[in-house]
């Protein structure tokens, strides 16, 4: 048979014991060696700090990075100062070399901050093996959405201002957006034509012919967008339609 006495005895001790921490107080030591309950709080506390310089410090090379995006627009590469750069994040001059070395180095933080995370959500649609006409349904409201609908815009306008008077920045831009796209169109489209879903092999020799619109209107919103609007959207699906037929995805 069970002995209850012995039980209510363990639970009685256990209880006593955890009275004696809490009277003990946070950080203190009793007898047994045993430390009062928040023990651990000067670490906490120090976490906490910790976290909080932690958001400090990414928010104000968030607050240079969206200061360099309106200085390079304005101005171009070649004309754009960091003196200038700092001054549109509110910071000393010298905040900025605690974070990037030089202006070419945080232009390519630009490139990889706006863009890379675009590029990533991309990849993931085109690596899978859904129909060809609903992947690039969903590549578009991802372009319309994450890309046109941002400052990434910026981003993609300065590179085919700057890209050619300044060819490592291409080379950057290139490496870190443009190949993986491509790669990841390639594979969809070689896929897709292995389906029969395409009738030749000729996008996937050229799968840039799928980022013809998202550049014409990337290029029509900053020249003529104010005296004709252009809905991006719908000129997408217009050109996916004559691309491959005009039936939606299901």
Do not use: C
């Not at 203190?28 to 932690?54: E, N």
């Not at 390079?72 to 750069?85: C, E, H, I, P, Q």
């Not at 070395?101 to 863009?115: G, H, P, Y």
């Not at 070689?190 to 013809?212: I, K, N, Q, T």
Request: net charge positive; hydrophobic share 50%; no cysteine.
């Amino acid at each position: 048979m069970t002995d209850w006495s012995v039980i209510f005895e363990a639970v009685a001790k256990s209880a006593k014991r955890a009275a004696k921490q809490v009277l003990l107080g946070p950080g203190k030591i009793g007898p047994s060696g045993t430390r009062g309950v928040g023990a651990g709080r000067p670490g906490a506390i120090a976490a906490t700090r910790q976290d909080a310089r932690a958001a400090k410090t990414a928010a104000r090379r968030d607050a240079i990075l969206e200061a360099a995006l309106d200085e390079f627009s304005a101005k171009g590469f070649a004309s754009a100062r960091l003196d200038d750069v700092a001054k549109r994040a509110g910071i000393a001059k010298g905040t900025i070399y605690l974070y990037f070395a030089d202006k070419e180095s945080l232009f390519q933080e630009l490139i990889r901050a706006k863009m890379v995370p675009v590029v990533g959500s991309l990849e993931l649609a085109f690596a899978t093996e859904l129909p060809l006409r609903t992947v690039v349904e969903q590549a578009v409201e991802i372009f319309v959405r994450e890309v046109f609908g941002t400052r990434r815009k910026l981003v993609i306008r300065l590179m085919i201002s700057e890209g050619p008077r300044f060819p490592a920045l291409a080379e950057f831009y290139y490496r870190e957006v443009l190949s993986r796209l491509l790669k990841a169109l390639r594979g969809l489209l070689r896929r897709a034509h292995e389906r029969g879903e395409l009738p030749s092999d000729a996008l996937v020799r050229f799968p840039m012919l799928l980022g013809a619109p998202g550049i014409i209107a990337i290029v029509w919103s900053g020249l003529f967008d104010r005296f004709e609007p252009l809905d991006v959207r719908a000129m997408m699906r217009a050109y996916f339609d004559n691309l491959f037929g005009t039936g939606r995805a299901t």
